[in-house]
Nanobody, 120 residues
Framework: QVQLVESGGGLVQPGRSLGLSCAAS????????MGWYRQAPGKQRELVAS???????NYADSVKGRFTISRDNAKNTVYLQMNSLKPEDTAVYYC??????????????WGQGTQVTVSS
């Protein structure tokens, strides 16, 4: 049993910044890749950014240079710093983690999602 809880969503004006956090709790032996996805109404879910345990990152072209993903392995937490926000960034943001739960078992877990709205 693993739970991912996101925080930090809200309403911001274009050009401003917002930071998201996602903490994993439960029976966790290790976490490989963690990431952030987003889904807007009527749109397909897309990967925003991901980060390996060693710190290698990958970003969607639409957010490169504006968003930064990071993690704290000791706290089993992943962060997303979003700068220069645009209206098209509006979506529900979900965190994801590839979690080792013991006995050689690995599962893909998802958070409940947090709403980010960028509007003037």
């Amino acid at each position: 049993q693993v739970q991912l809880v996101e925080s930090g969503g809200g309403l911001v004006q274009p050009g401003r910044s917002l930071g998201l956090s996602c903490a994993a709790s439960g029976i966790i032996f290790s976490i490989n890749t963690m990431g952030w996805y987003r889904q807007a109404p009527g749109k397909q879910r897309e990967l925003v950014a991901s980060i390996t345990r060693g710190g290698s990152t990958n970003y969607a072209d639409s957010v490169k240079g504006r968003f930064t993903i990071s993690r704290d392995n000791a706290k089993n937490t992943v962060y997303l710093q979003m700068n220069s926000l645009k209206p098209e960034d509006t979506a529900v943001y979900y965190c994801n983690a590839d979690v080792g739960v013991g006995a050689g078992r690995w599962y893909d877990y998802w958070g409940q999602g947090t709403q980010v709205t960028v509007s003037s």
